[in-house]
C-alpha cells in the first residue's frame, strides 16, 4: 500500500504542469532621436549634451581607440528631450578614446576624445 501511495505521488508530481512567467523588461519608449549635441572638455572633465527621446534608454560608453572593451559605462533613461553629462575622465589612463551614444534600437553615436 506506501509503495501504491507513493508511486501515485511521484505520478502526479511529474504530471503536474507547472507555468513559469518571464519577467517583463521596460525597454522604455521608442527612441527618434539619438544625437551628441555638443561635446566640451575642460582638462580630464568632459562635459556632453544629448539630443534625447523622453523615457527612452540609453547607454554611454567609453572605450580606447584599440579596444572594443569599454572603461566607462552608464546607462540611462531620458527624462526630457536633452540630458546633459559630466564625466571626470581624470582615472582613466592618458590616451585617444571614443565617446560612445547609443539607444535600444542600436542607433549609435561616437565623438573622439584625447586625454592628455
Not at 507513493?6 to 518571464?22: D, E, G, Q, R, W
Request: overall charge positive.
Amino acid at each position: 500500500m506506501k509503495k501504491l501511495i507513493l508511486t501515485t505521488v511521484i505520478f502526479l508530481a511529474a504530471c503536474t504542469k507547472t507555468v513559469t512567467t518571464l519577467p517583463v523588461i521596460d525597454l522604455g519608449v521608442k527612441s527618434t532621436s539619438t544625437a551628441i549635441s555638443s561635446l566640451t572638455q575642460e582638462n580630464n572633465i568632459i562635459t556632453v549634451e544629448f539630443a534625447v527621446t523622453q523615457g527612452a534608454k540609453y547607454s554611454v560608453q567609453i572605450t580606447p581607440f584599440s579596444s572594443f572593451t569599454p572603461v566607462i559605462t552608464e546607462g540611462f533613461t531620458a527624462n526630457s528631450n536633452s540630458v546633459t553629462k559630466v564625466y571626470n575622465l581624470s582615472k582613466i589612463p592618458k590616451s585617444d578614446y571614443n565617446l560612445i551614444f547609443i539607444d535600444i534600437n542600436g542607433n549609435e553615436t561616437k565623438r573622439p576624445i584625447i586625454i592628455k
